[in-house]
C-alpha cells in the first residue's frame, strides 16, 4: 500500500490542479492507468466507472443522474452505513423521524429501519428515476416504513419543524464541484449551499440535528455551518482508515456563544494523507484544494 501526503493551499493562492483534475481534463486515464485499473476492478466496480462523468461539473447536471441511475443499482457514496454506524447510531432511537437528502441509490434508508428507526424514514432526491427505482426495490424486498419522495434540496417540501434528524452523504459536495477557489467560492456556489442549509435548518425539530458526512474540511465548512441565522452547535468527527470522512454533528438550538465569537477565526491550513487506493475512487472527485501527488 502507498501512502501519498499532500498539503492544502492557503487562502489566496491557487491551487496546482489534482491528480484527477488532469486526468478528467485528458478525458482518458494513461495506459498504465488503464492496465492497472483493468486489473483492479470487479464487474461491480466496472459498472461504476460506467457511469462516472467525464468532467465534474456534469454532476450538477439533473439528466446525468437520471441516465445513471437508470444504469446503476447501487452505489455508497463516502462508504456505507457499516463504517461510520458508530457515530450515527448513538443519535437515533425508536422514535426518530429522519429526512435523508440526496439519497440516490443508497441504502441507508432501509439500513435506519433495521437499526431501529421507526419514527419515520423519508428519503429524497431531485431524479425521479431514482426515486421510482427505490420505490421499485422496496416494494420487490417488503420493505414498509421508508418513504420516497422526488424534491429539491434546494426547495423541501416539508412543513416547518418536520423531522428529528436530516442526514446527507456527500449530497452538498456536489454543490462545490464547480465553486472556483474553495477559501473564496463562487458567489452562485455560496447561495446554494446556504438555501440547503437553511431549508434543513427550517425542517428540523427544535433540538434536531443534522449529519452531513463529506469530504470537506473544517476550514472549507465551518464559514457555512456556523453562520448567524443558524442556531446549530457544530462538531466533526472523522472515520475511514488512513483517507477521512468527516462527519458533522449539527444540534439545533445548542450553539454556544464561544461559537459565535470563533466563526471569523482563519484555521490553520491542514496537512492530509490519503491511501492510494482511496485516490482511484469516484469520491475523490469531492476532495477539494489537494496539491500535486
Known amino acids: 500500500m502507498v501512502l501519498v501526503a499532500c498539503r492544502c493551499h492557503g487562502p489566496g493562492s491557487t491551487p496546482p490542479p489534482s491528480l484527477l483534475q488532469r486526468q478528467l481534463l485528458h478525458k482518458q486515464p494513461t495506459s498504465s492507468h488503464r492496465r492497472r485499473r483493468r486489473h483492479l ?7 461504476d466507472e460506467d457511469v462516472a462523468p467525464r468532467t465534474a461539473s456534469a454532476y450538477l447536471d439533473p439528466s446525468y443522474w437520471d441516465e445513471r441511475f437508470g444504469k446503476e443499482e447501487h452505489y455508497e457514496w463516502f462508504k456505507d452505513f457499516s463504517h461510520f454506524r458508530h457515530l450515527l ?4 432511537s425508536p422514535s426518530t423521524s429522519v429526512l435523508e437528502v440526496g439519497c440516490g ?4 434508508g432501509e439500513e435506519l429501519l433495521r437499526e431501529g428507526v421507526a419514527g ?3 428519503c ?13 426495490r422496496l416494494a420487490e424486498q417488503g420493505t414498509e416504513g ?26 452538498m459536495d456536489v454543490l462545490f464541484v464547480d465553486s472556483g477557489d474553495p477559501w ?4 452562485d456556489t455560496v447561495d446554494n449551499v446556504m438555501k440547503m442549509l437553511e431549508g434543513i435548518h427550517k425542517v428540523l425539530k ?6 452531513s458526512i463529506t469530504f470537506g474540511q473544517p476550514h472549507f465548512r465551518r464559514r457555512f455551518f456556523e453562520a448567524p441565522e443558524f442556531t446549530w452547535s457544530v462538531e466533526w468527527s472523522t472515520f475511514g482508515d488512513g483517507f477521512h470522512y468527516f462527519f458533522y454533528i449539527l444540534k439545533k438550538g445548542k450553539r454556544s456563544l464561544d461559537s459565535i465569537a470563533d466563526q471569523h477565526t482563519q484555521p490553520t491550513t491542514p496537512s492530509i494523507n490519503m491511501f492510494h487506493e482511496e485516490l482511484e475512487s469516484e469520491d475523490y472527485i469531492f476532495r477539494t484544494n489537494v496539491d500535486e501527488l
Open 124 to 136: 429524497v432526491d431531485l431524479s425521479p428515476v431514482a426515486v421510482q427505482r427505490m420505490r421499485d
Open 41 to 47: 476492478l470487479t464487474p461491480a466496480s466496472m459498472a
Open 206 to 211: 427544535p433540538e434536531g440535528i443534522f449529519v
Open 184 to 187: 473564496n467560492p463562487n458567489p
Open 146 to 171: 421508508v418513504e420516497v419522495v422526488v424534491a429539491d434540496m434546494l426547495d423541501l417540501p416539508f412543513e416547518r419543524e418536520s423531522f428529528d434528524l436530516v442526514v446527507e452523504k456527500g449530497t
Open 120 to 122: 419515520g424514514i423519508t
Open 89 to 92: 447510531a448513538p443519535l437515533i
Open 105 to 108: 441509490n443508497s441504502r441507508l
